[in-house]
Every structure is written in C-alpha cells, then in structure tokens.
C-alpha cells in the first residue's frame, strides 16, 4: 500500500468567530475548572476575552490530518 498524508490549517483573522472556541470549553468546564482554579477562573476568562477581542488578534484552526492508502 502506498500512502498518503496531506495537513491543512488555516489562518483566523481578527474577530472570527473560531477564535472563541477556547471561551466556549471553558463555559462548558467551568464547573471542573473553578474547582481547580478557584477564584482565579472568571480573571482568566476575562483576560482571555480582551485578548481574543483585540481588533489585531489572528490564530489558526485545528490541524486536520488526511491519510489514505492506494494498492499500486
């Protein structure tokens, strides 16, 4: 079998919404991550909010991974 990969990743400009995925698991973790932070949760989402909602933010998606094989 011969194999095959290819990657992708793509680059997020200021204010699309992908950016906000990280808010969003924490949201869905505060419970477990107030447990383990404490008082300490709502400062660094607060932080990571102003980060995120800078007008000079950009970041990238999640790698996505292809593999296949082909029988010459």
Request: charged fraction near 25%; charge should be negative.
């Amino acid at each position: 079998i011969e194999p095959h990969v290819t990657t992708h990743v793509l680059a997020l400009g200021p204010e699309h919404p992908y950016l906000r995925v990280p808010l969003q698991f924490a949201q869905s973790l505060e419970g477990r991550l107030r447990d383990l932070l404490g008082d300490d949760f709502q400062e660094l989402v607060e932080s990571a909010r102003g980060e995120i909602e800078d007008p000079d933010r950009w970041g990238t998606s999640f790698v996505l991974v292809q593999a296949w094989g082909r029988v010459p």
